[in-house]
T-cell receptor, first 114, second 111 residues
């Protein structure tokens, strides 16, 4: 069974630009979560989607948004990029959410903002 | 505020030794707790998930315990190997479909 797939693996963008990251969950998983990982703040929750609905959102500015499609694939968008947005962005999937089943993570997208 | 703490931040042990990694959390009302490992430049690999009703979970050389009343979990690794070198992260599910992560313990196994 294929794992969680994130594309692209690496991105270099300039301040002010926008970026879209993609995540394909494990087949059959309907919950997709996004996390940001930085050396200073560690892993921080961005948002979680289930059946195309956002169920929870972390404490990030409105420049960070996401969506989930009917096939459970998810995208995350960051607009008006800032230097501080440089991070590893991790996507995770689970069968129905974090209460009943473990999270399975992808290898992440490394975003560098210059 | 719901927080997760992992101490120490780094640990080095000789190959073959048994070791324990610690995780503490501030709120005993948890749904579950999950241990992960992360290799440099990679994503997180799930090791063990302990539900709030469980006291421990085992997988191979790994054993994780949970004591909600004291707000603590431990990950025991038996007969450590160089391949166990990684950063180990503890994540607590306090609810709302999100995990709260500790800052991790970077483990180095010395051959």
């Amino acid at each position: 069974k294929a794992g969680v797939t994130q594309t692209p693996r690496y991105l270099i963008k300039t301040r002010g630009q926008q970026v879209t990251l993609s995540c394909s969950p494990i087949s059959g998983h309907r919950s997709v979560s996004w996390y940001q990982q930085t050396p200073g703040q560690g892993l921080q929750f961005l948002f979680e989607y289930f059946s195309e609905t956002q169920r929870n959102k972390g404490n990030f500015p409105g420049r960070f948004s996401g969506r989930q499609f009917s096939n459970s694939r998810s995208e995350m968008n960051v607009s008006t990029l800032e230097l501080g947005d440089s991070a590893l962005y991790l996507c995770a999937s689970s069968l129905s959410g974090t209460v009943d089943s473990p999270l399975h993570f992808g290898n992440g997208t490394r975003l560098t903002v210059t | 505020k719901q927080e997760v703490t992992q101490i120490p931040a780094a640990l080095s042990v000789p190959e073959g030794e048994n070791l324990v990694l610690n995780c503490s959390f501030t709120d005993s009302a948890i749904y579950n707790l999950q241990w992960f490992r992360q290799d440099p430049g990679k994503g997180l690999t799930s090791l063990l998930l302990i539900q709030s009703s469980q006291r421990e979970q085992t997988s191979g050389r790994l054993n994780a315990s949970l004591d909600k009343s004291s707000g603590r979990s431990t990950l025991y690794i038996a007969a450590s190997q160089p391949g166990d070198s990684a950063t180990y992260l503890c994540a607590v599910n306090f609810g709302n479909e999100k995990l709260t992560f500790g800052t991790g313990t970077r483990l180095t196994i010395i051959p």
